[in-house]
T-cell receptor, first 113, second 111 residues
């Protein structure tokens, strides 16, 4: 049972436009969310986070939106750049002594020059 | 800035052999997590340690064990290796926040 889902396995966007990556979760206990970017044969690179007390967090070109009632979060990249081409994972965790993150299946973003 | 270090980066073992993967967390991070990522799959949580004590356990086979040492580095020991254990093994660390930072991974190939 996939608790964190990224329903779009791939996404292509023109350079300079907005990329929107979506993530849905089923466990209402999740209250911490991370987005990672991953290149082949490398470790996931942390991008941005959000906790359930917020509905938006922004860091440069990256903005994450959280809709708790819909159990949905999205990552916006504006403007998209060719170097953003990678696989993006969302991950969710319920608050505990440590944070065991459940990862989504990933979305492969391709930014076209 | 210092990142999570994992060694070795690549490891080739035969079936039924043992392997030890090492992880050195970011300085002042007290929590270490191990994840396994199979081909075309998302990272799956294996086990975590906080202040040298096991804090959480995921889908880690009984053939695997791990520990965190006094310097906060962690080792994942894998015995009786099977072909299906071939994967990327990631270590992540965290400090006082909920954000986890990943190492570059160890690619284990079992032949």
């Amino acid at each position: 049972d996939q608790q964190v889902k990224q329903n779009s396995p791939s996404l292509s966007v023109q350079e300079g436009r907005i990329s929107i990556l979506n993530c849905d979760y089923t466990n209402s206990m999740f209250d911490y969310f991370l987005w990672y970017k991953k290149y082949p044969a490398e470790g996931p690179t942390f991008l941005i986070s959000i906790s359930s007390i917020k509905d938006k967090n922004e860091d440069g070109r990256f903005t994450v939106f959280l809709n708790k009632s819909a159990k949905h979060l999205s990552l916006h990249i504006v403007p998209s750049q060719p170097g953003d081409s990678a696989v993006y994972f969302c991950a969710a965790s319920a608050a505990s002594g440590t944070y065991k993150y459940i990862f989504g299946t990933g979305t492969r973003l391709k930014v076209l020059a | 800035a210092a990142g999570v270090i994992q060694s070795p980066r690549h490891l080739i073992k035969e079936k039924r052999e043992t392997a030890t993967l090492k992880c050195y967390p970011i300085p002042r991070h007290d929590t270490v997590y191990w994840y396994q990522q199979g081909p075309g799959q998302d990272p799956q949580f294996l086990i975590s340690f906080y202040e040298k004590m096991q804090s959480d356990k995921g889908s880690i086979p009984d053939r695997f064990s791990a520990q965190q040492f006094s310097d906060y580095h962690s080792e994942l020991n894998m015995s009786s290796l099977e072909l299906g254990d071939s994967a990327l093994y990631f270590c992540a660390s965290s400090g006082q926040t909920y954000e986890q930072y990943f190492g570059p991974g160890t690619r284990l190939t079992v032949t």
